[in-house]
């Protein structure tokens, strides 16, 4: 890798052993995806790893020592959400001890990071680029984030430059202040492989659209046609929530990292087909390849006729808007009855006093016995107990890591009504 004289000082130990350990990491990292150079980071960074497992112990040295060293990260940081929220999300006696244990090392790691520059006690939220949390990059920023629904949302809503990082040297890229060029770093590789040709009769579901996209293209990127004709031109609120969505669930159910929305999003709208490479691919999603990619979700259940215990709703966490989207559909099905089955909404703590602060909505809400949370229902169910629940959710990236099972939000509603599927 060709480094600068500042880069090459930093190796040769001059700002001391952890700041070279730091900077051979991320070249390492870089070369193994053909990276021949470093770039630096011009935003806040985000990182996955939010969740204090106690297993993780080379990863908390590693943080003591860059801590012990003095080091923090250039700027300050957002991380994906907690795991466990007692208070709003039910859980029986056993569950607790299960959490206890397996999250014993929470303390231990938010300790770390208020020591190496989170932004505040809110900064817990996969969804740090919404106003109210306000981890927001500008377009062509560089970034080197984790958490793969907000670098597909940065990379393709906001045209940053993000690749798809995992967690730990997510730190150790915003600690130094640089990435590695390769892949989505790259004009090259934000070139799309496939277009996805739109024909379906109705506006699609975001997260189903997003699977089926996904299913089809894994990493590379697509470059989608026809969804404007739903969305329309503007990247408005209501537009960007569906696409956060969408993203979640390319970046899934595939491992989208980009994508390209003609006539919509920043690149397309400035480069348009000039974006898909000489040799590019066509996908087309009509109603029936929709229908056959909903059909295609297995039910895992442990007993798959079971009644629905919970249901996640926020996966990635709401917008503000979705937030009371939800509560208008929840009063007006339910008004002052009591859902039956243990509804959870979920969104990033600064969302959520935000709409607490909105008394009349937040009552609303909480009289129909829904609940809201800022926990990451992943992390929520990723033990042996929880896993056994049957729930449901209007998420497609849940649905793919868990046990859960997906329903677009009018059939979730419909559940919900009935108490049963
Ligand atoms: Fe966010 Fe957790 Fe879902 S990080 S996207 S709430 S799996």
């Known amino acids: 890798m060709k480094l600068t004289k500042e880069e ?31 770039v630096d980071i011009t935003n806040n960074g985000h990182f996955v790893i939010s969740m204090g497992v ?17 080091l923090k990260t250039k700027g300050n940081f957002t991380v994906d959400p907690f795991p ?3 208070a709003n999300v039910k859980s029986n006696l056993l569950q607790k001890v299960i959490f ?58 906001i045209g940053a430059r993000c690749n798809r ?22 004009d090259e590789g934000r070139k799309a492989k496939w277009l996805i040709q739109l024909e379906t009769t109705t506006k699609p579901n975001p997260q189903l659209l997003g699977s ?59 480069l348009g087909k000039k974006l898909l490479i000489k040799d590019y691919k066509t996908y087309i999603i009509n109603e029936k390849k929709k229908k056959k990619v909903y059909s295609s979700y297995p039910n895992i259940w442990k007993n798959t006729n079971a009644k629905p215990k919970k249901c996640f709703i926020g996966c990635p966490h709401l917008s503000l808007q ?17 859902i039956p089955i243990e509804t959870i909404l979920l969104a990033a703590p ?38 056994d629940i049957p729930i449901i959710t209007n998420s497609n990236k849940l649905r793919t890591y868990t046990t859960s099972r997906f329903f677009p939000d009018e059939k979730l509603i419909e559940i919900l009504k009935r108490g049963a599927i």
């Open 350 to 387: 600064d969302v959520v006093a935000k709409f607490k602060a909105d008394t009349n909505a937040y009552s609303k809400l909480i009289t129909t016995g829904a609940k809201l949370s800022s926990i990451c229902p992943l992390m929520y169910m990723a033990n042996p107990l929880c896993k």
């Open 322 to 338: 979705q937030l009371y989207n939800w509560t208008d559909s929840l009063a007006n099905e339910f008004g002052k009855k009591k």
């Open 8 to 38: 090459q000082a930093f190796l040769n130990g001059e700002k001391g052993p952890t700041m070279k350990k730091i900077l051979q990491s991320v070249i390492d990292y870089g070369e193994i995806f053909g990276a021949d150079s470093l």
């Open 54 to 70: 106690s297993l993780f112990t080379p990863f908390y040295l590693m943080l003591d020592e860059i801590i012990e060293s003095g």
């Open 84 to 86: 466990v929220d007692h």
């Open 212 to 270: 089926a996209i996904g299913l089809k293209v894994m990493e590379d990127v697509p470059y989608i046609v026809g969804l404007d004709k739903y969305l329309g031109q503007e990247l408005n609120e209501e537009n960007k929530a569906y696409l956060k969505d969408m993203g979640a669930a390319s970046a899934s159910n595939g491992a989208v990292g980009l994508y390209h929305v003609e006539n919509l999003t920043p690149e397309a709208k400035e």
């Open 100 to 157: 206890k244990v397996l999250y014993k090392a929470q303390p231990k790691l938010d300790d770390c990071y208020s020591r190496l520059g989170i932004k505040d006690k809110n900064a817990y939220s996969c969804t740090c680029y919404l106003p109210e949390v306000g981890n927001i990059p500008k377009r062509g920023d560089i970034l080197a984030w984790s958490e793969s629904s907000a670098v597909v949302f940065a990379n393709s809503v």
């Open 165 to 186: 990082n995992s967690g730990g040297i997510d730190i150790l890229m915003n600690i130094i202040g640089k990435t590695p060029v390769f892949d989505l770093i790259t």
